[in-house]
């Protein structure tokens, strides 16, 4: 924008101000002058600068939402965050508005080519009252990550985190005051330009949405029932598998639509000729097996989870058995289920944050997971129960810990 | 709908017109009946119906855009034609509009998960100013097989092809009459719920788009060069490569800058450790070896273009090589290009039919194709411009044939 004032500011200098002679000479040296203010300021433009942040208040706040009737995903708060990019001159002013629907022309890329990234993170409020948001930096890494890989434009993760902060900060009476419940925060990038070429986009809109959530299960932990999906696969070496772009998620319901129909809760991806385990539905996938806790390595075929982090970080810290990060075969799994060697299985995501597994059905076979031996009615393994209680502990500020973040 | 307006006659009947007693039984008896009507009516309401098209024709029509000044996918026309999909009640009215926004909720599935899939196809004008389309039912059941595989809503073709013609007839008068040019046809359907749950859509929206194009070369064919890509493959057994979802364009684009970046116009896209070729950009690929037309089979990871199916009908209607849908490895290309038996290679696709290819480069190595033997100043091999004329011929009904469709 400024870049055209200056253009004009040039031009009106010219027949104006002739005081000293016009000279070609001045005309570039001017010309210098004000193509330097205006890159500089294109620079400084460039970037997210939360310096920058307007708030528009909704003039009509809705009614809160009870603890009791939320569903993931499906109430909204008053505001969200909207930042557009555009290739001439970057980001745009960070604006917080009321939450409203978004307008863009049928031939808008994000509607043919899946231009789209997103990221899922939660803020909880404590025991004090006080707001807090769990590892937010690893979010902000991945959704550049994520951008980058769909040629989506990068920006100052530092400055959109402190945007996101404002907007937790105005919506702070939508957190759920009680442990279990919190504010999902949806940060999402999408390409908008108006063209039906394959290409880079030159324009983008980044917008932040927020959902106050419930626990993932509402009567403590319920131990889910996989099919392993053999038709299709999820991911793939040098494909996107690794990152949060739309294109992931799509092509995953039908095998899960599948896995519902024969009566299992969730379908579990396979990869590769030996069938290595890679996903369960959208979560990372954990099996204990005797001294030894196995997760796929991050071969680019899988998503780098915060909560897997999290649990490969407290497993070696608790220093009680092996934490590999390697390949394992549904062969293995079989084997060890068959040899009692097989303790627990767990997914683990944002959502839920672990999610205890009971069984398998692979390729005609049934492999039981064990649950609780000392507590057969337990819906949960001790160690899957003790990831869940740890890290919750965490999450509500009841276990001191850096990975929760005070918002102040 | 209908399905609310039974269930408040019902629940209205019992307060005001008890003269009979009223029993459960009659309760039961009148849900039967509300149950029936409204299952009939779903029935009937389910898919799309042509008759019930609706045309609200714009008011201010948009001017012509001279054919010189055509970018591919950046001009629209004045129309638009929408179809809604409930999961309650099926396919709405179509709806033919004046071109305007779509609006959705920021939480709408499309922009998250790529609920996402297209089809592209073009209307042309003859000689005697007839519009003819080119094999459409090709698209109109690949779109089927599209939405299908990521859970988007099912649609009686035939019926979406009679709303096609009739949003094509009104804009007749952007359809260029000039050899090389056409209407750009876009059907495009989207999962449009307002949910961050992922599953399959309850609400979608279908709409139709068109855009006056010009021929992919301004100034007749530009054979072109290819960055062959190691780093990033394109789709995968089991994956989506086989349909034209959203998810399998956006991730397109790094390979394509960085061929760009190094002076090439494409990427050719392999698969496997002995870098099989699947696709040019977004477009099918043929070898033309001595006495041997090579091209990728459809084993699930290439796309089953109308184009590339074209060509091999042709192909074998000239009975002059050997045709073959088979596995083809770089190092085979390498091989024959070395031997003097490679003689020609190219893309093929709507935008441009066919795109001759002068050149590879793979793992460092350069690998020259051929173009005309004859007239090393062509830019095209002799059969590849054979396939462009005799798919052209058609398209604009020089050549009489059964893929060209006139619109009545």
Known sequence: MLHFVSKRLLCSFRPRTTRVKWSPALTALLQVHFQSTVAADNNNRTDIDHNRIKIHRSERLKPIVPNKDLVFGRIFTDHMLNIEWYKENGWHDPIIKPYDKICLEPSAMVFHYSFECFEGLKAYKDKNGKIRLFRPEMNMKRFQRSAARISLPSFNEKELFKCLKELVRLEERWIPAERGFSLYIRPTL??????????????????????????????????????????????????????????????????????????????????????????????????LLKNEQVTPPLDGSILAGVTRDCILYLARSWNEFKVSERKITMSEVKTAAEKGRLLEMFGSGTACIVSPIKGIHYRGLNIEVPLDSNNPSNQTGPITKRFADTLMGIQYGEIPHEWSVVLN
Chains 1, 2 share one sequence.
Not at 246 to 263: L, M, R, S, T
């Open 190 to 287: 999408i390409g908008t330009q108006e063209s039906l070429g394959v290409g880079p986009t030159t324009r983008s809109l980044l917008f932040i949405i927020c959902s106050p959530v419930g626990p993932y299960y509402k009567t403590g932990f319920n131990a889910i029932e996989l099919l392993a999906t053999t038709e299709n696969v999820r991911a793939w070496p040098g494909g996107t598998g690794d990152v949060k772009v739309g294109g992931n998620y799509a092509p995953c319901v039908k095998p899960q639509i599948e896995a519902a129909e024969k009566g299992y809760q969730q379908n579990l991806w396979l990869f590769g000729e030996d069938d290595e385990i890679t996903e369960v539905g959208t979560m990372n996938c954990f099996a």
